[in-house]
């Protein structure tokens, strides 16, 4: 399924900062930023990418903060409180 067919069917660009502990100092965090198309409420995609994440890598996740923004929506009009002239 093409990029567009997925937004056209309810998938929204997400973004998930993902903050973990390191590996090699756990007490300390480290953040990572991870974008795709994914379905708002059960994150489906998202959902997969941390469970490879719990049994792949090392890193322990301490917290995921998401945001989404729907990439199509409708335009976006504003009227100009002036009109301007260009010869």
């Not at 390191?22 to 990418?49: G, I, K």
């Not at 490879?52 to 009009?77: C, K, T």
């Amino acid at each position: 399924m093409s990029n567009l067919e997925r937004q056209l069917n309810g998938y929204r660009l997400t973004t998930a900062e993902i903050l973990y502990h390191m590996p090699d100092h756990p007490e300390l965090l480290q953040s990572f930023v991870w974008q795709t198309l994914d379905m708002a409420p059960r994150y489906p995609v998202l959902r997969r990418f941390l469970d490879y994440w719990v049994h792949n890598i090392e890193g322990r996740l301490h917290s995921v903060r998401i945001a989404q923004r729907g990439v199509i929506a409708p335009a976006e009009l504003r009227f100009a409180g002036a009109e301007i002239s260009v010869n």
